[in-house]
């Protein structure tokens, strides 16, 4: 599979935009904008409430169609403003020269900024970035950056990395003073050798040593924090999985999000989006705004070859399966993947046959198989004291089994 | 082309996978087939009779499993064929009759209970028992030149390498550290650094060199294993040692497998 190039295009501006408010509006959110309302781009559609909420930016010129409540492609059940996007005159963000005075700017007035501009920490649950770096926990006064790719297929990461390394470099930076922190560490994933490289050589030509990067195993899922921060120190090893997977770490999107917050000033409302899979006819990663269509965001790469067997947000270990073609993309989205129908699982169930493989693939040594025995009798207590609850739900158990058992289903069933 | 997505429904992972209920099932019944023949061919018609053996007692063990309530399958399926194709892995020197159905009932027991995973401490101990049939055909005397220098650097590598991964791969390596005390104990000095060269051979050998490869690959390996298996049997001259070695890797396995396998254990002894 092709990284595409490493400039990122964006598509055409799509017919409807169904902006995600994040959060549980109205409880973080108020939205500021009324049906009927013509709105123009960067213009705020909703403003933060209390210390869970951000404001959350208009992709396009247009007019509000309606307060909607919709499912993201990525599953979060949102309120989002439906706009009908002025498509001869859809406005564009253009930065004005570099500005170079953050490094004299106080943390306070750093994660200010980065809130105004409604920058979020992207990753399995969104949430304020500021909030996260004023009272995020720290290990040993380092900022950790999960710069691993999330799943096979997905490259968005990666190729940002590749497109920008001197401003990921400047984001880290920006993250680490707004946080007060007297280290960073950038964890890649051992298969971006490049971008290793990249990285390393900027940061000596930039004689920041306080940034490190560092190299991690790549082996599906190296982007969880379960299974990544026991690597990067041995203190985390004896934390429960289930407690490192929630752990917050900033990724490539989210750094690169507040350096073009702090940088150029730029409202969060846009990510980059590896558009891929077999039958997409130009597979490649693009800037899509939030909001988009599944649909028009495949326009980008001009459209499938052939019907796809399934059509997932996300990538194929964890991604969900999009049931709608306009559900829209949201901050959480680093993929659309369109997989032919013959690469895709079927869910032909038979018996378990003991080969144990799916032991031994679980990042975190349960036994998939007792546990999902357990859930099938509905002994949730049997399934407790084996540890259902430290599933990751990454997958590698029913990706192996060889009786092609929904084992993720049934653990997740167990607690 | 636009999609039309009137299709899309299903859970992660939503790769489809490359091994098969049947491929697995016969690659394995493969492996027990060139098992049977090397029995065979060396037993005759007992060694057909030790197989029948070995199938009667796995039915015995899983009916008392279910008995028991331990069997985590609720009916009756081709998991026990397939069981019956790792015990065959576990059929200890061909003996007496009544030790090997002993030994393959405590298989069943340990390994069904255990889950699969029982198998995974018992793999190091097959295989180091696999290295030493190959390295000379009475392990006690043909490895008398492997002293306990090269042995203490092998299993010191091996126990650097793995023992601070996690508390399973600690666990696995107390229990092969035990086994070996055991059998220097019953069959004299070169045996335990024998089979401790052996085992972290083995384990070197499965986890660095082999673990990258495809998983046919690493099917392939195991079958020839499973061959050095049948030579071993040939051999015959290890028995009490064999037997014991798997009897008391199952047990272990299974104690461990209830214990702690179930997942990391953080905090708690
Ligand atoms: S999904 Fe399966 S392999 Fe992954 S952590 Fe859970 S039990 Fe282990
Ligand atoms: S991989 Fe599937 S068939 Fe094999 S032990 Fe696990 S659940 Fe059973």
Not at chain 1, 225 to 250: C, G, K, Q, T, Y
Not at chain 1, 359 to 382: F, N
Not at chain 2, 148 to 173: C, D, G, K, Q, Y
Request: aromatic residues 10%; hydrophobic residues 50%.
């Amino acid at each position: 599979m092709s990284l595409g190039t490493w400039t990122l295009k964006r598509p055409a501006p799509p017919e409807v935009l169904r902006v995600p408010v994040y959060g549980d509006a109205p409880f973080y959110q108020e939205v500021k904008v009324l049906p009927g309302q013509a709105v123009s781009f960067g213009m705020k559609l909703a403003e933060p409430r209390g210390a869970m909420g951000v404001p959350v930016y208009c992709p396009a010129n247009g007019t509000v169609n309606g307060i909607i409540k919709t499912r993201t492609v990525s599953g979060e059940n949102v309120f989002a403003v439906e706009i009908q996007v002025d498509r001869k005159n859809a406005g564009a963000f253009l930065a004005s020269g570099e500005s170079s005075d953050w490094a004299d700017i106080s943390a306070e007035r750093l994660r200010a900024q980065i809130k105004e501009k409604g920058v979020l920490l992207c990753g399995r649950q969104l949430r304020p970035l500021a909030g996260y770096l004023e009272k995020g926990t720290f290990h040993a006064k380092t900022l950790i950056i999960n710069a691993c790719e999330s799943e096979p297929y997905v490259t968005a990461g990666e190729v940002l990395l590749l497109a920008h390394p001197l401003e990921i470099i400047k984001g880290v930076e920006i993250l680490r003073r707004a946080a007060g922190l007297e280290k960073a560490l950038i964890a890649v994933g051992a298969n971006a050798e490049q971008a290793v490289e990249v990285l390393k050589s900027k940061i000596y030509f930039l004689k920041w040593n306080h940034i490190e990067v560092r190299a991690f195993p790549a082996r599906y899922p190296q982007d969880d924090p379960a299974v990544l921060l026991p690597l990067v120190d041995p203190f985390f090893s004896d934390i429960e999985p289930r407690v490192l997977h929630d752990w917050p770490l900033p990724d490539i999107a989210t750094v690169y999000a507040a350096y073009e917050a702090i940088v150029f000033g730029k409202p969060f409302f846009e990510r980059a989006v590896t558009i891929t899979g077999e039958c997409v006819v130009q597979p490649q990663n693009v800037w899509l705004p939030f909001g988009i269509g599944t649909m028009d965001a495949l326009k980008a790469c001009k459209g499938v070859l052939r019907e796809p067997g399934r059509m997932l947000a996300g990538g194929p270990m964890r991604g969900i399966a999009i049931q709608n073609m306009e559900q829209p993309v949201s901050a959480m989205t680093d993929a659309l993947i369109a997989l032919p129908k013959e690469w895709t699982a079927e869910s032909a169930e038979a018996d378990c046959i003991r080969c144990g493989e799916c032991a031994e693939v679980c990042p975190v040594d349960l036994s998939p198989a007792l546990i999902a025995a357990a859930s099938k009798r509905q002994d949730w207590a049997g399934a407790r004291e084996l540890n259902a609850q430290q599933c990751l739900g990454c997958g590698n158990c029913a990706y192996v089994c060889p009786s092609h058992l929904p084992l993720v289903d049934l653990i997740q069933k167990g607690f | 082309m636009q999609p039309t997505i009137a299709f899309n429904q299903g859970a992660a992972p939503h790769l489809k996978n490359e091994i098969s209920f049947v491929s697995m099932l016969a690659r394995q019944l493969g492996a027990l087939l060139i098992l049977l023949l090397a029995s065979f061919w060396m037993q005759g018609l007992a060694g057909l009779l030790l197989f029948a053996v070995v199938l009667v007692t796995a039915f015995a063990g899983e009916i008392i499993l279910r008995f028991l309530g331990f069997s985590a399958v609720p009916k009756w399926d081709l998991a026990l064929i397939h069981q019956t194709v790792l015990l065959a892995l576990f059929v200890p020197a061909l003996t007496s009759p009544a030790l090997i159905a002993a030994s393959t009932f405590a298989m069943t027991f340990f390994y069904r209970a255990s889950g699969g995973r029982g198998a995974y401490v018992l793999q190091p101990v097959c295989l180091a028992l696999a290295f030493l049939s190959v390295l000379g055909v009475t392990p006690a005397y043909a490895l008398q030149g492997m002293t306990m220098i090269p042995s203490a650097i092998l299993f010191a590598l091996w126990a650097a390498l793995r023992f601070p991964r996690t508390r399973v791969e600690a666990e696995r390596f107390i229990c092969v550290l035990i086994l070996a005390v055991l059998l220097t104990l019953l069959h004299g000095m070169p045996m335990g650094p024998a089979f401790l060269w052996a085992a972290a051979a083995g384990e070197i050998l499965f986890d660095y060199a082999l673990a990258p490869l495809s998983s046919a690959a690493r099917m392939g390996y195991r079958v020839f294993v499973l061959i050095l298996f049948a030579l071993f049997l040939a051999a015959a001259r290890a028995e009490e040692a064999l037997l014991f070695t798997g009897l008391t890797a199952g047990f272990i396995g299974a104690w461990i497998e209830k214990r702690n396998l179930n997942g990391r254990v953080y905090g708690k002894a």
